[in-house]
């Protein structure tokens, strides 16, 4: 893989800032420690995701997307770039 691969820290017009794998500034927006315990002590959790973390996983990505978040920090589990 080449440079522009991944995303990064580099400098675009002079400027740091992150850098997607086009080469474009991308502005991070998001949340660590996503976590569904809090959930699983109440009837939500067995109501609306059976028991299914995956399910979760999904719901709470589409919620972060539709809120404009675009990442997924240190132990969330969840990935909002794909």
């Not at 500034?25 to 699983?40: E, Q, T, V």
């Not at 979760?56 to 589409?62: H, N, S, T």
Request: glycine share 14%; charged share 25%; net charge positive.
């Amino acid at each position: 893989m080449g440079k522009g691969a991944f995303y990064r820290i580099g400098a675009v017009k002079g400027r740091q800032c992150f850098v997607n794998p086009a080469g474009r500034p991308f502005f991070s927006i998001g949340m660590n420690h996503i976590d569904s315990a809090p959930l699983r002590t109440d009837d939500t959790w067995h109501r609306e995701f059976g028991d299914d973390a995956q399910r979760w996983l999904k719901a709470v990505r589409a919620d972060l997307l539709a809120w404009g978040f675009n990442f997924g920090g240190l132990g969330s589990g969840v990935r909002v770039d794909q």
